[in-house]
Nanobody, 124 residues
């Protein structure tokens, strides 16, 4: 496991955008896939999107497809989540996660390293 650190959360108006970043603390991430999840109050943590370290090809949950973009920067070992056209229902704590699994994992149990989360609040 590796400790991940997210940053970039905050308060934004509906329709606005925000970028989050995720980087390992201490050592290089050797995981195959990086994922983003979110958890709204009273709800289960849900998959947002992920990307493969090797080819950088992202994949997304249907709820954010076309609005959110995932990218990664190999030299800095950082993964980004750009959130656009934000809606109040996007309000949640956003987590990044890492896993040695390939094959586009989307389930929480498939990831073994997690960040502490960063709050994103979208006002109407």
């Amino acid at each position: 496991q590796v400790q991940l650190v997210e940053s970039g959360g905050g308060l934004v108006q509906a329709g606005g955008s925000l970028s989050l970043s995720c980087a390992p603390s201490g050592r290089t991430v050797s995981s195959t896939t990086m994922g983003w999840f979110r958890q709204a109050p009273g709800k289960e943590r849900e998959f947002v999107g992920g990307t493969s370290w090797s080819d950088g090809r992202p994949y997304y949950a249907a709820s954010v497809e076309g609005r959110f973009t995932i990218s990664r920067e190999i030299t800095s070992n950082t993964v980004y989540l750009h959130l656009a056209s934000l809606k109040p229902e996007d309000t949640a704590v956003y987590y990044c996660a890492a896993t040695p699994r390939g094959g586009r994992p989307v389930a929480r149990y498939q990831y073994d390293s997690w960040g502490q989360g960063t709050q994103v609040t979208v006002s109407s």
